[in-house]
């Protein structure tokens, strides 16, 4: 008999579930959300009697015996600063996701649903690698402006996942292995993994880094600062440049790849320059990555929704490889990446960690 666990991942207007027996998925369901009645919430806690009841009438209508499960794990929330792993949720997490001090996100609910489903059957809950995961070393947090910072937001669950599928490639531990990670999506977030833990990456939430399908990536200081107080724009138009209407949006009008390929096929001159943009600066900060490590690279590793696109992957490669092997693992499966989490700490391969 396998271990059985269930994956709750909650986004803006809807709930994705799915069950795992080891690492098969037996079940895989999306609850929908009325988006009038989320919107009527306050907070994103004041969701939760009623996600969790729309959550338990799904499984309830789709015949599943929660009573089989060893465990549930949630996604992981705006939490504060930690480091990468599976943590069993407790009281103290609970308390930080109601106050939400980082801010409000879908995700935070993960850990509460989890925790209430997990609790009624006498089974433990978990969240794996949320989004503020942070391994940073200090001198990676440095800018030239001391009131400013770099934080560590960017897409854990993914390129901790990816990363460990890589090391299982190479045949060596994880923490033996120095990776670049690059997860290539509507953000874009390139991580540098020494010996296990993520010693660097670009904030991919706040417009730091390259340029992705829909956000504008590190830009100009002097140019920016002169169009923010231009009188032209509201503070929420600056940051929709830069988080939803920039990079490829911008210029291209679209976030799509499927339809900016069709579009480069057909001989759009421009879509073939922007994309090419795009990965020219994804492939410069997988460069500078290689810096901090030192050249000591064992593998640059691409992921995400854009390493289908066979372009993409090409034009990156031809500028990084002599840097190491490109390993290239398309899409992002977050409800296999929270099974695998939990599933470690159900066979005793890793201990699940404490949230403080």
């Known amino acids: 008999m ?61 015949d599943i015996d929660i009573t089989e499960l060893d465990a549930v794990v949630g996604r992981g929330g705006m939490l504060k600063p930690i480091e990468g792993g599976t943590y069993e949720v407790n009281q103290a997490m609970i308390d930080y996701i109601k106050e939400a001090p980082r801010g409000e996100h879908a995700s935070n609910l993960g850990c509460v649903i989890a925790k ?27 800018t030239g402006m001391p009131e400013i910072k770099r934080d560590s937001l960017f897409h854990a669950l993914n390129q901790k996942a990816v990363a460990l599928k890589a090391a299982r490639d190479l045949g060596k531990p994880y923490r033996e292995l120095n990776l670049i990670v690059a997860h290539l999506g509507g953000g874009i977030s390139v991580g540098v993994h020494r010996k296990g833990r993520v010693i660097d990456v670009n904030n991919a939430l706040d417009g730091d880094g390259p340029m992705s399908p829909e956000r504008s990536g590190s830009v100009p200081l002097g140019p920016l600062y002169k169009m923010v107080f231009s009188g032209k724009y509201t503070l929420k138009e ?20 499927y339809e900016i390929e069709k579009r480069i096929k057909a001989g759009d001159e421009e879509a073939r320059f922007i994309f090419g ?26 992921t995400g929704g854009l390493a289908y696109d066979k372009l993409a992957v090409s034009l990156i490669k031809d500028r990084v490889e002599f840097i190491s092997k490109v390993l290239v693992y398309p899409g992002e499966d ?23």
Do not use: W
């Not at 209430?116 to 440095?142: K, N, Q, T």
């Not at 940051?239 to 949006?249: A, D, F, I, T």
């Not at 943009?277 to 691409?302: F, N, W």
């Not at 939990?342 to 391969?349: C, I, M, S």
């Open 2 to 62: 396998g271990f059985k666990v269930l994956a709750i991942n909650p986004g803006s207007t809807s709930t994705k579930l799915a069950i795992y027996e080891d690492e098969t998925c037996i079940f895989k369901f999306s609850v929908r959300h009325d988006a009038e009645i989320i919107a009527s919430f306050e907070r994103i806690i004041d969701q939760y009697d009623f996600r969790k009841k729309a959550i338990m009438e799904a499984l309830n209508e789709s």
């Open 116 to 142: 209430e489903i997990a609790d009624s059957i006498g089974v433990p809950s978990f969240i794996v690698d949320p989004v503020a995961v942070d391994e940073m070393e200090d001198i990676a947090r440095y």
């Open 238 to 257: 600056i940051q929709r440049k830069n988080y939803g209407q920039g990079g490829l949006v911008a210029y291209l009008g679209t976030n799509d790849g």
């Open 277 to 302: 943009v795009m990965c020219y600066q994804i492939a410069k900060e997988i460069g500078s990555g290689a810096t901090v490590l030192k050249g000591h690279v064992d593998a640059i590793v691409l």
């Open 334 to 356: 977050e409800m296999e990446s929270l099974a695998e989490g939990a599933l470690r700490v159900l066979r005793k391969e890793e201990s699940a960690k404490e949230y403080r």
